[in-house]
């Protein structure tokens, strides 16, 4: 059956880095626009970034632009979230989560259908 494998998060230092993984199974994931949202405890879930199936042209959060690279290898139906200069801030549950054909903005999390179970990430000293 259809489903993603994320990558285990961790407890990482301010400054530090952190690669997410989205693996895809059971289904052709390059015919999908691939985001990460994340959710914090006590907040609603926000966009992080996503990156189209075909061009692979990437969005980012304000929040995160300049700092976060998402990336795709579609041999591997595989997507990759390389986070950098983390901030406690950036601390929460992330999750892949898919649209077809195109992202969909990362404004609201309902126009993406498919969802991972999500992974920890903290940032802290």
């Known amino acids: 059956h259809a489903r993603f494998v994320e990558s285990v998060g961790g407890l990482v230092q301010p400054g530090g880095s952190l690669r997410l993984s989205c693996a895809a199974s059971g289904f052709a994931a390059d015919y999908y626009a691939i985001a990460w949202f994340r959710q914090a405890p006590g907040k609603e879930r926000q966009g992080v970034s996503c990156?189209?199936?075909?061009?692979?042209?990437?969005s980012y959060a304000d929040s995160v632009a300049g700092r976060f690279t998402i990336s795709r290898d579609n041999r591997k139906n595989t997507v990759y979230l390389q986070m950098n200069s983390l901030k406690p801030e950036d601390s929460g549950t992330y999750y892949c989560?898919?649209?077809?054909?195109?992202?969909?903005?990362?404004?609201?999390?309902?126009?993406?259908?498919?969802w991972g179970q999500g992974t920890q990430v903290i940032v802290s000293s």
């Open positions: 989560a898919t649209a077809p054909l195109a992202c969909r903005g990362l404004e609201r999390d309902s126009p993406y259908s498919f």
């Open positions: 990156i189209d199936p075909n061009d692979g042209m990437a």
